[in-house]
């Protein structure tokens, strides 16, 4: 009775989510574990058999740092972004394409033919231009770092019509010139779930969720409206600002709920949709839309 009993419990939330788009954002500190990584595939492949359509986008910061170091480049983040050098954008590209993106495709093929690896570049997907963040007022070059000026999710709506698991790198082609660019990963899955009418942005992280005074306490906030987070942003540090303003940009474009969520809890991804008791931090438009979990 208890097995019976917690799948049933999934059925309102299967009903809700059926052949709804979930992007989930698996990030490159949660990535480190061989058998999170493993469970992660696990939960992925559950919500395709489930009758949901994931896209999957990848970050890859602590394995990019690795090969950075091992070729004797420096790593340097400003504004929370990685100032990126063309050398060192050539080891993010073969890092995140070649290594992260070909590894979780593995583990997702582990299940059957399911996943299809791509990156930002492949069929326009995304499309940007030199990003320069303003730091005490001034406009700063990071090098080739991105600002999306454009997604094109002709392809990957194609990958998901033929029952397909897109797993996407965030690297991106060039408005202006014949280069690529380096993007956030957290900022090119927000900016995918919005233009792909995704129901649900999962952001997974390695830690439970936004904490209302980091570093300070482990309180969870656990929901919160858009313009309450728009509120905080300014108070935010390192990692959750894109995180965060990612969640804001869907919510604000039409995704129904953005979630930052642990992705250091095995499973989480299916907690946090088919079961009654949600996990981490959750961001949700300001009307109250009946349902949203
Ligand atoms: N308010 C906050 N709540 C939770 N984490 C925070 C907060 N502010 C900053 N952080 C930091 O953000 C980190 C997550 O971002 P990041 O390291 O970029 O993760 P990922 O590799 O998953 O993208 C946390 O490990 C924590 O150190
Ligand atoms: C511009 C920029 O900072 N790009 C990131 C892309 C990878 C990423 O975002 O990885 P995580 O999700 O693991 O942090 C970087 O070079 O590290």
């Known amino acids: 009775m208890p097995k019976a009993q917690i799948l049933i419990e999934a ?6 989510h059926n052949g709804k788009v979930v992007v989930v954002k698996f990030g490159g500190n949660a990535m480190i574990d061989e058998d999170l990584k493993a469970a992660f595939a696990q939960d992925v492949v559950f919500l395709r058999h489930a009758g949901l359509k994931p896209v999957v986008v990848h970050g890859g910061g602590p394995q990019i740092n690795a090969q950075l170091d091992k070729q004797g480049l420096i790593s340097e983040f400003k504004a929370g972004l990685r100032v990126t050098t063309p050398e060192a954008m050539d080891v993010v590209r073969m890092v995140l394409a070649g290594q992260v993106q070909r590894e979780l495709v593995g583990l997702l ?5 399911l996943a299809v690896g791509m990156t930002g570049e492949d069929a326009h997907t995304i499309t940007a231009t030199k990003h320069s963040p ?3 007022g001034e406009l700063v070059d990071i090098g080739r770092v991105g600002e999306i000026t454009e997604i094109n999710t002709g392809a990957i709506e194609a990958l998901l019509a033929d029952g397909r698991i897109p797993v996407i790198s965030s690297i991106a082609r060039s408005a202006d010139d014949h280069h690529v660019y380096n993007v956030n990963a957290d900022t090119a ?3 995918l779930a919005a233009a792909l009418g995704a129901e649900t942005l999962m952001v997974l992280t390695d830690v439970e969720g936004l904490y209302a005074d980091w570093p300070h306490s482990d309180e969870v906030i656990s929901r919160l409206t858009v313009s ?3 509120k905080l942003l300014p108070e935010l540090s390192s990692g959750m600002v894109p995180k965060m303003e990612g969640c804001l940009h869907a919510v604000r474009n039409g995704v129904t709920t953005a979630r930052v969520i642990d992705g250091r809890v095995q499973h989480s991804i299916l907690l946090e ?10 961001v949700v438009p300001d ?5 949203a979990k």
């Open 11 to 16: 059925l309102p939330w299967l009903t809700r």
């Open 109 to 113: 093929n582990e299940h059957g033919p």
């Open 134 to 136: 303003q730091i005490d």
């Open 189 to 191: 899955a927000a900016a």
């Open 228 to 230: 309450e987070l728009e």
């Open 273 to 282: 949709i088919f079961t009654d008791e949600g996990i981490g931090t959750m």
């Open 287 to 291: 009307a109250p839309q009946g349902g």
